[in-house]
């Protein structure tokens, strides 16, 4: 739950400061619909996640301790390496983890 610190009224917006510091604002749209925007994101509840955000590939299980916690960047999982080359028969040689 937010507390409410002030409402203003400016060109047929409605702008609620709320006590995180953010503000939320409703406007009319030409078709008479009401749009409601936060000007920047809203985190409820959670801990930060500070842990890693880039993962660099294994072949065991890697575990991120993100349950419950609120995730404010993207997370990059570098994928394996993989090359392939043709051989002698004819066919393709590929090469999981690189040459």
Known sequence: MFDLESIDVVDSSLTFELDAGEPLIFWLDDDRSLTVELAAPLYIGGDIYNGQVVVEPTFESTTLSTKNKVVKSDILVNPIRVE????ESG???VYIGGI
């Open 84 to 87: 392939q080359t043709t051989n």
């Open 91 to 93: 066919g393709i040689t």
